[in-house]
């Protein structure tokens, strides 16, 4: 099995914006440092498309700031920073996954695999 599943883009969906607030709680991050931070914990690279629209909306919610930098390497870099909002959601989050976590490892372990209720 490979060590970097690939997983649907729809259920990725459903816990990106948890993942991004975890790593922006850690440190202060651009757009393509965040998809370098993500990959380092074995997910998929995400496109443009993904992680620029999910940090507007996370920034739109107040969640998230950013500011402007200099960057050593050419033009300024927007980097995020978790607000206080975003801190608690951050909190909430971790909360709920660790829930969510249990009930589908215990679904898991306690019915083998897929195919075995069903008829032939």
């Not at 997983?7 to 993942?19: A, D, F, N, T, W």
């Not at 402007?68 to 206080?84: N, T």
């Not at 951050?90 to 976590?101: D, G, K, S, T």
Request: proline share 3%.
């Amino acid at each position: 099995m490979e060590s970097e599943l690939k997983i649907s883009s729809q259920m990725l969906k459903g816990i990106l914006e948890g993942c991004i607030l975890i790593v922006i709680s850690r440190e202060t991050v651009y757009g393509y440092e965040m998809n370098k931070k993500l990959q380092a914990f074995g997910f998929s690279p995400l496109s443009e498309g993904t992680i620029y629209p999910l940090l507007l909306k996370l920034q739109n919610k107040g969640l998230i700031e950013s500011e402007q930098r200099l960057s050593p390497d050419g033009p300024k870099r927007k980097y995020f920073s978790l607000s206080d909002t975003g801190q608690v959601e951050c909190e909430r989050f971790i909360q709920q996954w660790r829930i969510l976590r249990h009930s589908v490892d215990q679904l898991i372990e306690g019915g083998g695999s897929c195919d075995e209720g069903t008829n032939s």
